[in-house]
């Protein structure tokens, strides 16, 4: 886009007297270098001086300033500036595009309809054009719709500055997010944004339970310069996170760096390289994955569908990146897609601009449709040694290709509605341990275009199952909630696919699913003690999904189903029903792998069976059906 936009100011220089010319290269100079609130000023005092007659003068300085106040996220200073622009007849018709996507984002749905359908007059199959349009006639009814969550502003988190890009910890009893506040590191102001750089901030809860005001990391992860969008790993032991420094001698882009835990606090950071020898890509928004097999993150790097893609690294625990795959047109669009967090193994929530939505960025949640055992088996291939059930791992080689092409499994993306969503951005979602709330950041209701933190809460309907096998006519009633065993679902050997004799308890399950269309489930697989950690992750998640692939092909919403993977790091509690069955188990005992040692032979494949196990928990699902 940068380089279009110089051919265009190159073409059209010759309109422009010298004098004047000198004062609009300092601005173009400026918006090049990414100088964006430094650019904003030069062009407001050259437009002002730039009499009313010289029309195409006028054009050229108010379409330029329109792109600046595009990329500083202030919509309503570019509508006006486009106008202009449109007033004095600039010779672009790209312009009608950003003109329909800054109404959007303003809340003007109907002058943003009729802007998109000017634009595609002269494109006609322009995908941003069109999604855009359709977003403007959703937008209507998610407002008349709203979901039933509820959304506040977090004023305790947040400052007179900006904040954005919330993330909990995995016991949910700390929250980081980004803050551009007083209180950062530096005194340098970003040329970008006019503000200062962002450092980490935290907040902890206390013995009550109530979260404390945020202060700034004691730490070096913090600089001069930005820090954001921490992901940490599943022990907590480590924090991924966004570095970009400011260097006016070279480019400078976003990196992920890492930081281990260490005595009570975060070490320096030190750079993860992705993509060997690109310093050109941004590499940004990591997210890791439950497993901590994949490392999900941003990037503009070739290979892409426009603008900035989610892709995924599979990642060993020494961080050595094995391969890097893009996650493929059901997610990425030709605009930005952002801001990746995995809730499980399956569920995906990102921002993006490319899908029909609100306005701005909006939260979006991509559900894994498919299996993706190529991708494991990819995995797998670059592992040695014992697997889950007594395989033996293989030795892999170095594939010829590290970018993976490979068919991958499908997303259904849904737009998470109003009030989650808004006009303008929404974006950095993170939900606690339990239930279904959580926090995200937006720059709603800020004419400055500052982000701050909200929080979101849905209130959840509770449901109760008894004896799912054993008495199918129990009802779901709204006055309890358990985790429910599913008897007699039988995999193959090493496998995650389901053996015929599974089907009968799963066609109860499809039955009480189709009685109740308001009730969701998450589908939770364990596996044995044997093996590494790693592979029976990685096992278990496949084995989950294999539940949810034969719901969803017999008619059960995608969107009411999850898969998560437990490997072996949850054995089993021995219930007052299995201790009746087995003399040598007394209720209470936990199946843990000290336990079944001392066990006989015989005794402890009964105890690695019972670990071997397939469950559901009942959740309320209308959040993801409206």
């Excluded at 995995?170 to 340098?188: I, M």
């Amino acid at each position: 886009m940068k380089r279009r936009f110089l051919y265009i100011l190159l073409a059209i220089t010759w309109l422009l007297p010298s004098c004047d010319q000198a004062k609009l290269s300092v601005a173009r100079e400026q918006y090049l270098r990414g100088e964006y609130q430094a650019a904003s000023e030069t062009y407001r005092k050259l437009y002002r001086k730039t009499p009313r007659e010289e029309r195409a003068r006028r054009g050229i300085i108010a379409f330029e300033m329109a792109e600046n106040y595009r990329k500083l996220n202030q919509s309503s200073r570019a509508v006006a500036a486009y106008s202009n622009a449109i007033r004095y007849n600039y010779p672009d018709t790209l312009l009608y595009l950003h003109y329909a996507r800054m109404l959007h984002r303003e809340g003007n749905y109907k002058d943003a309809a009729e802007a998109y359908r000017h634009f595609l007059t002269f494109r006609p199959d322009d995908p941003l054009a069109l999604s855009g349009l359709q977003g403007v006639e959703r937008a209507r009814e998610w407002i008349e719709n709203p979901t039933r969550y509820g959304v506040e502003r977090m004023e305790l988190f947040n400052s007179r500055r900006g904040e954005f890009s919330p993330m909990l910890s995995r016991d949910g009893e700390r929250l980081y997010f980004s803050s551009s506040r007083e209180e950062v590191l530096g005194e340098e102001k970003s040329p970008i944004t006019g503000m200062k750089y962002n450092d980490l901030f935290l907040s902890v809860k206390n013995v009550d339970g109530e979260w404390q005001r945020a202060e700034r990391i004691n730490s070096d992860v913090n600089t001069e310069y930005d820090e954001g969008t921490p992901s940490f790993s599943p022990d907590g032991e480590w924090m991924y996170y966004t570095f970009s420094e400011a260097d006016p001698n070279k480019p400078t882009t976003a990196k992920i760096y890492l930081s281990r835990w260490v005595n009570g606090r975060w070490s320096n950071g030190r750079p993860l390289e992705i993509v060997q020898d690109d310093q050109l890509s941004v590499f940004a928004h990591p997210a890791i994955s439950p497993s901590g097999s994949w490392l999900y993150f941003v990037s503009d790097m070739p290979g892409g569908y426009g603008g900035k893609d989610i892709w995924r690294a599979a990642i060993r625990n020494n961080f050595e990146i094995l391969f890097i795959e893009n996650l493929g047109p059901d997610i990425n669009t030709p605009g930005d897609e952002l801001f990746p967090y995995l809730r499980n193994d399956t569920t995906l929530y990102f921002s993006s601009d490319g899908h029909p939505g609100m306005g701005g960025v909006d939260l979006f949640v991509a559900v894994a449709l498919e299996k993706e055992d190529v991708d494991l088996k990819r995995i797998n291939n670059w592992r040695v040694g014992e697997l889950s059930d007594g395989e033996i791992g293989r030795d892999g080689n170095e594939e010829s290709g590290r970018w993976g092409n490979e068919e991958k499994g499908r997303w259904r993306v849904t737009n998470l509605g109003v009030p989650l969503n808004s006009s303008a951005d929404d974006f950095g979602i993170t939900f606690a341990p339990k239930g279904e709330k959580g926090f995200f950041s937006s720059n709603r209701n800020d004419v400055r275009g500052y982000d701050h933190i909200y929080s979101f809460v849905y209130p959840e309907t509770m449901a109760r199952v008894k004896n799912l096998a054993a008495n199918p006519e129990d009802a779901f009633a709204p006055d309890g909630m358990v985790t429910v065993i599913l008897e007699n679902i039988f995999y193959d050997f090493n496998s995650a696919d389901l053996r015929p004799e599974s089907k009968e308890e799963l066609a109860l399950l499809i039955a009480l699913l189709n009685e109740h269309p308001s009730v969701g489930i998450a589908i939770a697989a364990h596996t044995d003690r044997k093996g590494s950690d790693e592979y029976n992750s990685d096992l278990s998640i496949r084995r989950a999904q294999s539940v949810v692939n034969y719901l969803t092909t017999h008619g059960i919403d995608p969107r009411r189903l999850s898969a998560h993977g437990f490997g072996k790091i949850q054995p089993m509690k021995v219930t007052e029903e299995i201790a009746a069955q087995f003399d040598f188990l007394k209720e209470g005992d936990w199946l843990t792998e000290e336990f079944i040692e001392s066990l006989t032979p015989d005794q402890q494949e009964i105890a690695d069976q019972i670990n071997r196990r397939t469950s559901f928990e009942i959740i309320d699902q209308e959040l993801k059906l409206n």
